[in-house]
């Protein structure tokens, strides 16, 4: 069993920065994809970003540029840099970790461990 959690939401102004930690405890973080979810209110949840243990990765068109994800191993963290954010980046954001040789990262039903989620709130 594999438990994440998520830390790092909070608000921010406009064109600011935050940085998004999932941390996975329980089992070796040995061949672990790890991806990004958000889910704004009254939407359904959408890939945001995904890393693969082989540390390639993947973005959804809307960050892409602005927001960079990365792993530390040694820590069993992955992380989410989000930069030059905007108002509709505003959502609860989820860490997905899946443990697998084949990678689905923007398909949600292929994780098996998700966190509960930190909340990201960007002001106009």
């Known amino acids: 069993q594999v438990q994440l959690v998520e830390s790092g939401g909070g608000l921010v102004q406009a064109g600011g920065s935050l940085r998004l930690s999932c941390a996975a405890s329980?089992?070796?973080?040995?061949?672990?994809?790890v991806g990004w979810f958000r889910q704004a209110p009254g939407k359904e949840r959408e890939f945001v970003a995904g890393?693969?243990?082989?540390?390639?990765?993947d973005y959804a068109d809307s960050v892409k540029g602005r927001f960079t994800i990365s792993r530390d191993n040694a820590k069993n963290t992955v992380y989410l840099q989000m930069n030059s954010l905007k108002p509709e980046d505003t959502a609860v954001y989820y860490c997905?970790?899946?443990?697998?040789?084949?990678?689905?990262?923007?398909?949600?039903?292929?994780?098996?461990?998700w966190g509960q989620g930190t909340e990201v709130t960007v002001s106009s």
């Open positions: 890393i693969k243990w082989t540390t390639s990765t």
């Open positions: 997905a970790g899946r443990s697998s040789y084949d990678y689905d990262l923007r398909r949600s039903a292929w994780y098996d461990y």
């Open positions: 329980g089992r070796t973080f040995t061949r672990f994809a």
